[in-house]
């Protein structure tokens, strides 16, 4: 087990780069050496490799970032949204406007009535909607993520824009059978083979590729494998994912593990894991966590972040923050009393963990979870050879949240 200490303020950083690069070009004016290697200076013969640092992505990658909705069938015989974050055209991003997500969107008319503008604040997400994908760097791969419960896509738009500007198509369902209507009382589904959600909504974004009217358009990347991934109660439709399909080559578990009770095909994945989790999460507790990592298969990693709670790896924290955070605002527009006890109750739980004082902030999670997502979808997907970034070595000064791990992907 490797602990790392807090990295240094991520705002010192610049200065650190740029001046590791000046001294690079001033060794290669003078000894005419390449960017790996120093020449000693007595004699200039003997020669000392300098290691090459770890690749980072905990900053935005090159690609603007545009969102769609597809969607797919349902078991019930209706239809389900998929959101998707992909690769767009950097003209067309920077004219464009950045989508709005506001929870009260997802109310039915009878609730949504309740919310007054100045208790409805927005996240503003960082995508345009429907902007032409990015067609001059060939296609790209898949990441396919399932919301927890009470959740949405947009809700970890920081993570799934993220990856995105890395050059990944980002398939995100919506889980309406667990999703926030759930908490109102709404119908839920019964018997849903999530799994199948998950691989449904991929084969919607294959299919995306080959029409004109799509910015999906010429950018999928439609043979290969790709990498499912979830958070809480989204970490069973990925491990379902991953036990019924032979194209998931990965799975990125966030705040849980899954559960093998009842699990389809095969009790374990055998395709490399990564476990993200908070140490004092209290929804989805570390031993459990621990528990289920412990149950898959090698390759296999558990990154635990130091007094994270279960909504460090979510936007749910930001959503109106001045205004006192969702809880203060539910209580304010009188919707946690229609909810009645359990409800609310759940509501609290789900809504809170990891957003008061006594937890770190997500912000401070943030860059080691992107960093650490990214890298091992880039593995995943060959574009690196080895998983050399996901080691705590790679993780030093990404971000401020102390890190522990267990296992390793090498």
Known sequence: MTRIPSAAKRCRRPLATLFAISLVLVAASCGGNDAETDRAASGGTASTEVAK??????????????????????DAGGTRDVLVWYPADAAASKA??????????????????LVPENLNPGLTLRAARDIPGDRTSGSFPIFVYSHGFGGYPSEYQH?????????????????DERGLLSLLGEPRGIGVDEGKVLTDAATAARAANAEPSSPLQGIVKTDG???????????RSALEAANESAEVDGIVQMSGGGSFKDAAVSPRPVVPALFLTGSTDKVVPLADVTAAFESYNDPKMLVSFENAGHLSFTDICTIGRDQGGVLTIANKIGLTALLGDQGASQLQRLAGDGCAPEWITPEQTWPAQEHLTVAFLRWRAGIDSSPAALTAAALTGVGEAKLTFTGSLG
């Not at 993570?159 to 995100?172: E, I, K, N, P, Y």
């Not at 991934?229 to 970490?235: C, Q």
């Open 96 to 113: 464009a406007t950045p989508e709005v997500f506001k929870i009260s969107d997802l109310l039915p008319p009878k609730f949504r009535a």
């Open 53 to 74: 640092a770890p690749a980072r992505y905990d900053e935005l990658g090159p690609h603007a970032v545009g969102v769609t909705t597809l969607s797919i069938p349902t």
């Open 159 to 175: 993570l799934l824009t993220h990856v995105a500007s890395w050059g990944f198509v980002v398939v995100s369902p919506v889980h």
């Open 225 to 235: 494998k790709y990498v499912v991934g979830g958070h809480s109660a989204g970490t």
